[in-house]
């Protein structure tokens, strides 16, 4: 059965970067989540990107800090997200999760995604 898988998470001091990878071999059809939640705060969906990424959508809180892309070249299919100035209120654990079939465009519904990764903790602190 197809995984999500991510990597790239840390820790990083406040106004540093860092790159996350969620691997979706199996999931090309789908459009790609990222969500965000910290500690005792609800999940929230913070990107998405569409299954051929020629369409993202950004909550409030990360638009202008954080780009989510696609790599589907080599028969991979990697969505990255590169997070910027990162702040402290950034720190907890990120999921990427698939919703699809979807052919077009990406909603970010938490309802909408039905197949989730482990997670994988950012922590942003000096």
């Known amino acids: 059965q197809a995984q999500l898988v991510e990597s790239g998470g840390g820790l990083v001091q406040p106004g540093g970067s860092l790159k996350l990878s969620c691997a979706a071999n199996g999931f090309y059809n789908y459009a790609i989540g990222w969500f965000h939640q910290a500690p005792g705060k609800k999940n929230e969906g913070i990107a998405c990107?569409?299954?051929?990424?020629?369409?993202?959508?950004?909550s409030d809180s990360v638009k202008g800090r954080f780009t989510i892309s696609r790599d589907t070249t080599n028969s991979n299919n990697t969505v990255y997200l590169q997070m910027n100035n990162l702040r402290p209120e950034d720190s907890g654990v990120y999921y990427c999760?698939?919703?699809?079939?979807?052919?077009?465009?990406?909603?970010?519904?938490?309802?909408?995604?039905?197949?989730w990764g482990q997670g994988i903790q950012v922590t942003v602190s000096s």
């Open positions: 999760a698939g919703d699809g079939p979807r052919f077009r465009l990406c909603v970010l519904n938490r309802r909408n995604f039905d197949t």
């Open positions: 990107i569409s299954m051929n990424a020629d369409y993202t959508r950004y």
